[in-house]
Structures are given as C-alpha cells and as structure tokens.
C-alpha cells in the first residue's frame, strides 16, 4: 500500500482530512469554488520514508497497522540499521543479513547528527565489525524471540556507538520510550487517517486551535521534529 498524501483544512472550527481539497465544505455544505479558504490546506507529513535512503538510521519495517498499534517494544515489528549507503544491517534467524531492497516503508530514528564527521566515516566499519561478533553469529548463539532478535542487534549496536561518544548506554526501555514510541503513535495515527479517508472521504474532528488565543497551535507532527 503507498497511501495517498493527507491533507488538512480547517472550516467551521473543524479540522477536516481528505486526500483532495473537496468541491465543498463536508460540514456545512458551503461551496469552496471560486473562494478563499480562511486557511490554506496543508500537507500532513508522512511519518514513513525510503529506509534505503536514510543513512546511519535505526529503522522499523513494519507497515502493517495492527503491529504499529500494538507496539510494545517487545512485538515482531522487524528493526535494523543502516550504514551510509543506506544498506540495511538486520539480524535475523540466520544471522545478519544486509540487504539493499526491501525496506522502502520504515519508521526511521536517525542516529547521527550532519556535522558528526568522524562518526560518519567511520560508521560503516563500525557497523561491518559488530556484526561479525560471534553474538550474532548463528553457530554461536541462537536468536531467541525475546532476548536476542533484531531489536537487541539494533541497539546494542546504538549503544556501542553511545560509547565511542563517551556517551551512556540507553536501556531499552529508554530507548523505545524516548525515540521510537512516539514515531511508531505518528504512524500508527497517520494510518489511521488514510484508512479513515479511504473509507469516508474526509475525516472530521474539532480544530485544536479553536480555542487557544495564540493562533494556530503547534500540533504533534511538528512537535516531534
Ligand atoms: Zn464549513
């Protein structure tokens, strides 16, 4: 599924999502053509990109929405992480796979900052030298649903990274909490409005702004950016 952009216009105090900018107001019946909308639609961000053009992320491939709502931490979304080619180091049963396809739709948490020079040129190395560590060799260790799977990979590899930084190590707790839960919600509810649009047309709900005095109020999407 490659869903159709989202966007958002306002009109009697509603926030009204659609796909296209209607004839007329799905509310109040009043017709758009030839008018001026009190406020231009804007485009909703989609919280998906090309994993394959994200280098030096941490990714989640899942796209199906059930998986996204249901995230814990714990469930079988599949995770990886990017060197600077934008090839996508992930563990599975038979070891670490990477894979240059495959990971078009992802969550993406980048891990590194633009000016972080040395970091970046030597990430690649980084990434190639721990996954040929015998924890993710299967004739070693078995991968283990619970305690050693993809995310375990993933962030102990982030951890190792945090080191070379002199920097702490996250739980994974932490970790999931602070970067990749709040991600996961945008995505889950940008689905939910595609499904919504896709069933209905529009979906309609009070504007948040209506009542704040300080014009338009930050929303979530751009909140987490
Ligand atoms: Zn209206």
């Given at each position: 599924?490659?869903?159709?952009?989202?966007?958002?216009?306002?009109h009697?105090?509603?926030?009204?999502?659609?796909?296209?900018?209607?004839d007329?107001?799905?509310?109040c019946?009043?017709?758009f053509?030839?008018?001026?909308?009190?406020?231009?639609?804007?485009?909703?961000?989609?919280?998906?990109s090309?994993?394959?053009?994200?280098?030096?992320?941490?990714?989640?491939?899942?796209?199906?929405?059930?998986?996204?709502?249901?995230?814990d931490?714990?469930?079988?979304?599949?995770?990886?992480?990017?060197?600077?080619?934008?090839?996508?180091?992930?563990?599975?049963?038979?070891?670490?796979?990477?894979?240059?396809?495959?990971?078009?739709?992802?969550?993406?948490?980048?891990?590194?900052?633009?000016?972080?020079?040395?970091?970046?040129?030597?990430?690649?190395?980084?990434?190639?030298?721990?996954?040929?560590?015998?924890?993710?060799?299967?004739?070693?260790?078995?991968?283990?649903?619970?305690?050693?799977?993809?995310?375990?990979?993933?962030?102990t590899?982030?951890?190792?990274?945090?080191?070379?930084?002199?920097k702490p190590?996250?739980?994974?707790?932490?970790?999931?909490?602070?970067?990749?839960?709040?991600?996961?919600?945008?995505?889950?509810?940008?689905?939910?409005?595609c499904?919504?649009?896709?069933?209905?047309?529009?979906?309609?709900?009070?504007?948040?702004?209506?009542?704040?005095?300080?014009?338009?109020s930050?929303?979530?999407?751009?909140?987490?950016?």
């Amino acid at each position: 599924m490659d869903p159709k952009s989202v966007i958002r216009l306002s009109h009697c105090d509603k926030d009204i999502y659609c796909f296209f900018v209607p004839d007329q107001c799905p509310e109040c019946g009043v017709s758009f053509s030839g008018k001026r909308l009190e406020e231009a639609p804007v485009s909703v961000p989609s919280p998906f990109s090309n994993g394959h053009k994200e280098p030096c992320a941490f990714l989640v491939a899942s796209t199906e929405d059930s998986v996204l709502r249901d995230f814990d931490g714990s469930s079988d979304l599949h995770t990886g992480i990017t060197n600077t080619s934008g090839i996508v180091y992930n563990y599975t049963r038979s070891g670490v796979q990477r894979e240059a396809q495959g990971w078009e739709r992802c969550v993406c948490v980048p891990l590194v900052q633009p000016d972080m020079f040395s970091l970046m040129s030597q990430w690649d190395q980084y990434l190639e030298k721990f996954s040929c560590a015998h924890s993710w060799d299967p004739s070693c260790h078995s991968f283990n649903e619970e305690s050693h799977n993809c995310y375990s990979y993933s962030l102990t590899f982030i951890n190792c990274v945090l080191a070379t930084q002199s920097k702490p190590a996250l739980s994974k707790d932490e970790f999931t909490r602070s970067f990749v839960l709040p991600r996961i919600k945008r995505a889950s509810k940008y689905l939910m409005l595609c499904r919504e649009i896709s069933q209905n047309h529009f979906y309609i709900v009070d504007s948040p702004r209506r009542n704040s005095g300080e014009g338009p109020s930050e929303d979530e999407d751009s909140k987490n950016k």
